[in-house]
Nanobody, 112 residues
Framework: QVQLVESGGGLVQPGGSLRLSCAASGSMFSTYTMGWYRQTPGKQRELVATITSSESTNYADSVKGRFTISRDNAKNTVYLQMNSLKLEDTAVYYC??????WGKGIRVTVSS
């Protein structure tokens, strides 16, 4: 089974940047669509960004122009570069794989 492990979260000031990483196990990583979702208390988990095996990307309107998703198949890793962070980006961020697997989540807090 594919296992996903997120890293790179933390506390950042508004306008700052963070890069999330998600390391995946297994040999089929390059064939999966990968994505990032986020969730805040009392709200449903929402899509942030996805990247296909051919590196086609898709973003939520709220993060377009600020976040960039990328992947390194040699490292079985997907990244989320988050720039110009806003208070409303505060959430737990989850890595997702089209193998129907989720990471445990990592917290991102944007606060002054």
């Amino acid at each position: 089974q594919v296992q996903l492990v997120e890293s790179g979260g933390g506390l950042v000031q508004p306008g700052g940047s963070l890069r999330l990483s998600c390391a995946a196990s297994g040999s089929m990583f390059s064939t999966y669509t990968m994505g990032w979702y986020r969730q805040t208390p009392g709200k449903q988990r929402e899509l942030v960004a996805t990247i296909t095996s051919s590196e086609s990307t898709n973003y939520a309107d709220s993060v377009k122009g600020r976040f960039t998703i990328s992947r390194d198949n040699a490292k079985n890793t997907v990244y989320l570069q988050m720039n110009s962070l806003k208070l409303e980006d505060t959430a737990v961020y989850y890595c997702w794989s089209s193998a129907n697997r989720w990471g445990k989540g990592i917290r991102v807090t944007v606060s002054s």
